[in-house]
């Protein structure tokens, strides 16, 4: 005669009573619904538009460019336009660790005036842009950033 194994049975009940472990009691979502502790969207519409989130940096990205953007000029207007030619120049602020190089530095004179235009690429830790700008000289010598935008 053969014997039935005791396991069959013992692991039969065991899979019914996990199966129905399910069926009985659980959380009620109904209740869930209604409950009014749980709120969502407490932000009240008006003081989203009106209260802008403050800069995580402040103003340290544009200080950076302040300080690129000087570097930069100091550059275009320490550079000889004889000896130069069509190389670019290679340009680093220590300051801020960024760098690129001046391409393209032309002088022109009007109305008294003396311009110098260029472009110049600018390596941060953003990324890498193009930027166009002029210096120009003012009345006392100095040189002046005229225009310094990202193309």
């Known amino acids: 005669m053969k014997r039935q194994s005791r ?21 009620n979502l109904a209740k869930i619904d209604d409950d009014p502790t749980l709120i969502t969207g407490s932000i009240a519409p008006s003081e989203a538009k009106t209260k802008a989130a403050p800069d995580p940096f402040g103003s340290a990205v544009e200080d950076e460019l302040q300080s690129d953007r000087e570097a930069i000029i100091g550059m275009v207007t320490a550079a000889d336009l004889s000896t130069h030619g069509e190389e670019g120049l290679a340009w680093r602020n220590a300051k801020t660790g960024a760098s690129g190089q001046i391409d393209s530095i032309r002088e022109k004179t009007e109305g008294g005036v003396t311009c110098r235009q260029f472009t110049v690429s600018r390596q941060t830790y953003q990324g890498v842009a193009l930027w166009t700008g002029e210096a120009c000289r003012g009345a006392l010598d100095e040189w002046m950033a005229t225009r310094f935008q990202r193309v």
């Open 7 to 27: 396991c069959v049975p013992v692991t039969t009940l065991a899979f019914i009573a996990w199966g129905l472990a399910g069926c009985g009691g659980g959380v």
